[in-house]
């Protein structure tokens, strides 16, 4: 079924995700792991006034006014509605339980009317198992009054804490559904069904008079085979879903005390803070380490390639940002699951699923991918000197640094041909120059950590090298600024085009069967020449050539209507719009400089467009400044945290 690109709100416990609209209702269900798979195809909560109403009000329905929070610093989420016109109000608790595939909706129904009435609650799910609406089954259990929905070794028992009123089974778009026998508030009592099935489970709460209010709790219990979801269903039930909120509640104040709660002594900023931490908490898988860019909302691929994955580069701004905030040990479990993902010559593709295997990509080879781990063993060392984990990262370490010293192009010097930072172009990046240096650099110092002086020689008079590189090939005087790449490849025709009107392009063989053609110089302006001076410090900050390359970069890129930065001239992606990790890379460049001003404009310009649940999305809206696309994505949340702190190291916070 369709469901919305834009994502208001999630929950979850590091190997659940689900993800709400801003009414509440449930859109995405990801289990056994956070990137797959996605169980859910439709939800519903309902509200049936016996008596009263023809059909029921479904209580996601525009007659809401919906208003939704989290419950202080956790990932418990409370959304509420009141039908003015009904009379009733509502408030739906929703919480995954830390170490249980356990996702807990507790309801509380008021009578806001002055009359008498008699509400039964409805509870509507079509699941898709393992992903598809095909081969799935769902039956009624009676000793347990649950709904039982199951493919193969995938299981959802599903049921009250209440006595059931009511059940039936069905199938979608069909005569028979379960969601067209829910309209009325009468269930029909089918059964069984199977294919692409529905189930709704009806609950009677009784007769409220005014002021009176009811509750059910709701338990959604995910198992591997029957016995073991209708045994978790019963321990939930027995546990109650008060202690079990508590015990959520708890997790999360424990988890957040290891590290940084309010560095910087402003409520809101500090409150942003601990969000970012608890989504970027949400999106790292606890089993494996894995850490996804967002929840999955374009399965399909219809506006994008997708988020659900995992990015070695991505993953490494986020695991830095838990390094300094004071949470190793999630950074080091990515870092574990790195060592797992590496492939066999040494390296890492451009993306993978959550316990490492390889996920679909338009571009295996990534230079800036494999450097960013090697830049992030370093990062974590620097800040933790734990020497028990470098020895134990120091082989994948170098053999990473090994591949990268193998693909460096001996003609021009530069790391050889891969898709760019934004996996828009093929071509000899500075970015990827810039992390691979980085990689460098960072492989030498760790391996004098190791007394390893022969190799961390080596790996120095690589990182000199290829900085002279950068500097004597990528430095372009007429635009007083650094070019973005060289040999970007073009089409044949653009090829011919161009040679024929006198610019400079060239023909290679490097693609093993086919020709390959170029053009000699990318000048394009790009956001990403910063990471030339931050993070891999090629340059100084305060380099003439960086503060030109900069300067341009905060000239040309600003929006001028909403502000926030652009990733280049031209960016066509929904749109073209300013994006949150652009606009905090910005402030970290500028904050490097010693513009300390500068640099905290930048960070309040992300806390000004986060959403009203504090998520910080991919872009900016360029006309309005709504937030744009994707939410939440966790490299935004972990540019925020870097920007926070840097600000924090540099006194810019007073009490």
């Not at 002594?265 to 970012?276: G, K, Q, Y």
């Not at 797992?340 to 390889?358: K, N």
């Not at 930072?421 to 760790?446: M, N, V």
């Not at 060289?486 to 093993?512: F, K, N, Q």
Request: proline letters at 5%.
């Amino acid at each position: 079924m369709d469901k919305p690109l834009l994502i208001d709100a999630i929950t979850g416990n590091s190997r659940m995700l689900v993800t709400f609209d801003r009414q509440g209702q449930l859109h995405h269900l990801f289990w056994p792991d956070i990137d797959r798979h996605q169980q859910v195809g439709k939800t519903l909560l309902g509200l049936f006034l016996t008596g009263r109403r023809e059909e029921t009000l479904w209580l996601s329905g525009h007659a809401w006014e919906h208003h939704q929070e989290y419950q202080g610093d956790t990932a418990i989420l409370r959304t509420t509605g009141v039908h003015r016109e009904a009379g009733m109000a509502f408030l739906c608790t929703d919480f995954c339980v830390p170490g249980r595939p356990l996702l807990v909706r507790r309801l509380r129904f008021v009578n806001q009317g002055q009359g008498e009435v008699h509400p039964v609650f409805l509870h509507y799910a079509a699941l898709d198992l393992e992903g598809s609406p095909q081969l799935n089954a769902c039956y009624y259990h009676a000793g347990a009054g649950a709904l039982v929905y199951y493919r193969q070794h995938t299981v959802c028992a599903l049921g009250f804490d209440r006595p059931v009123s009511g059940y039936t089974c069905g199938r979608e778009q069909t005569d028979g559904a379960a969601l067209w026998d829910a309209f009325d508030g009468h269930l029909n009592g089918r059964g069984i069904e199977m294919g692409d099935v529905d189930g709704c489970l009806a609950c009677d709460l009784g007769r409220l008079g005014p002021g009176e209010a009811a509750e059910v709790d709701v338990f959604w219990y995910w198992a591997s085979g029957r016995a073991e979801a209708l045994a978790g269903l019963e321990e939930a039930r027995r546990s109650g879903a008060e202690r079990l909120a508590r015990e959520t509640a708890r997790f999360w104040k424990q988890w957040l005390s290891r590290g940084l709660t309010a560095p910087s002594h402003n409520e809101t900023l500090d409150r942003l803070f601990r969000r970012s931490l608890i989504t970027i908490k949400l999106l790292s898988n606890s089993e494996h380490g894995g850490i996804i860019a967002a929840p999955e909302a374009d399965p399909g691929f219809v506006g994008s390639g997708g988020y659900g994955y995992c990015w070695p580069r991505d993953a490494v701004w986020v695991a830095t940002a838990l390094t300094e905030a004071g949470h190793a040990e999630e950074a080091e479990g990515f870092y574990r699951w790195a060592r797992e993902a590496q492939e066999p010559e040494g390296c890492w593709y451009q993306r993978y699923y959550c316990d490492g295997s390889l996920a679909p990509s338009w571009g295996l080879l990534q230079g800036d991918e494999t450097a960013s781990v090697v830049f992030g063993v370093f990062h974590h060392f620097a800040l933790t000197h734990d020497l028990a984990l470098l020895r134990e990262l120091w082989p994948m370490v170098r053999r990473a640094t090994e591949f990268l010293r193998r693909t460096l192009d001996p003609c021009t010097g530069l790391p050889g041909p891969s898709i760019d930072l934004w996996e828009e172009r093929l071509e000899e990046s500075a970015y990827a120059a810039a992390a691979t240096f980085g990689a460098f650099t960072g492989a030498a110092y760790l391996a004098r950590e190791l007394n390893q002086p022969t190799e961390a020689g080596e790996y120095q008079k690589e990182a000199d090298r290829l900085r002279e590189t950068i500097l004597t090939r990528l430095w372009h005087p007429p635009d007083d600024r650094f070019l973005r790449g060289l040999l970007r490849r073009i089409s044949r025709g653009e090829y011919l085009h161009r040679r024929a009107c006198g610019e400079e392009v060239c023909e290679t063989h490097d693609s093993g069967l086919y020709a390959a053609y170029a053009e000699l110089l990318d000048r394009g302006l790009d956001v990403s020449l910063l990471g030339l001076a931050v993070p891999f410090g090629v340059l100084s900050p305060s380099d003439p050539r960086m503060r030109a390359t900069a300067g341009q970069i905060a000239r040309v890129l600003e929006n001028p209507r909403v502000g926030g930065i652009h990733r280049y001239p031209g960016d066509s992606y929904r749109g073209g719009n300013p994006w949150m990790v652009c606009t905090l890379w910005l402030g970290l460049y500028e904050l490097a400089q010693g513009e300390v001003e500068r640099a905290r404009q930048r960070l309040d310009w992300a806390v000004a467009h986060r959403t009203p649940l504090d998520l910080l999305p991919e872009q900016v809206n360029r006309e309005t400044g709504a937030p744009f696309w994707i939410v939440p994505l966790s490299w935004s949340h972990a540019m925020f945290i870097h920007l926070l702190l840097a600000l924090r190291r540099r006194g810019a916070f007073h009490r």
